[in-house]
């Protein structure tokens, strides 16, 4: 299994550019999240998806757009990338409350 | 947004020293998960606690879901160059198909040999 997958690693945008941050997983679950990291903020929750077809905001979705149309697949959007956009990017997905990280896509936008 | 209280913010210690670790909350949690991540990685699941007053070990690390329900702590004994990173406890409040975690903030642990 290669587990929560994510790409890119590494990603620079210009203000207003678009891009979608890749996410997969190969454990069958059902659920996956969306996290944003920055110094001293620890993780904040983006979206996230109970299933196939079901998403829902968590704590910062301004900015972001996300699909679930696979149990496998759950791609972020952001449609005008933004300063404030600069961070680390986890995906996570979860069997029983117990969520596994991708290795995260480090985000600059100038 | 729910907020955890985790602390200290940082350690800086020798090795072979004892660390202690904590998260306190407001709230209730169904679940306390204790995670590391050190540089250019994600975080790494070290333990789950499920049941209050349960404490569980993993090698050199021990971890108890506090009584309240509102509180975990995470001991590291012994502690080892390798044991270098960021800690963050998590909470998870229902349970069926919602698996909404609320994080702490995280401990920097540096640690020199």
């Known amino acids: 299994n290669a587990g929560v997958t994510q790409t890119p690693k590494f990603q620079v945008l210009k203000t207003g550019q678009s891009m979608t941050l890749q996410c997969a997983q190969d454990m069958n679950h059902e659920y996956m999240s969306w996290y944003r990291q920055d110094p001293g903020m620890g993780l904040r929750l983006i979206h996230y998806?109970?299933?196939?077809?079901?998403?829902d905001q968590g704590e910062v979705p301004n900015g972001y757009n996300v699909s679930r149309s696979t149990t496998e697949d759950f791609p972020l959007r952001l449609l005008s990338a933004a300063p404030s956009q600069t961070s680390v990017y986890f995906c996570a997905s979860s069997f029983a409350g117990e969520q596994f990280f991708g290795p995260g896509t480090r985000l600059t936008v100038l | 947004g729910q907020q955890l209280n985790q602390s200290p913010q940082s350690m800086f210690i020798q090795e072979g020293e004892d660390v202690s670790m904590n998260c306190t909350s407001s709230s209730i949690f169904n679940t306390w998960l204790w995670y590391k991540q050190e540089p250019g990685e994600g975080p790494v699941l070290l333990i789950a606690?499920?049941?209050?007053?349960e404490l569980t070990s993993n090698g050199r690390l021990t971890a108890q879901f506090g009584i309240t329900r509102k509180d975990s702590f995470l001991n590291i004994s012994a502690s080892i160059p390798s044991d270098v990173g960021i800690y963050f406890c998590?909470?998870?409040?229902?349970?069926?198909?919602?698996?909404?975690?609320?994080f702490g903030k995280g401990t920097l642990l540096t640690v020199n040999p």
């Open positions: 606690l499920y049941k209050a007053g």
């Open positions: 998806s109970v299933g196939a077809g079901i998403t």
């Open positions: 998590a909470g998870l409040k229902s349970g069926g198909s919602n698996y909404k975690l609320t």
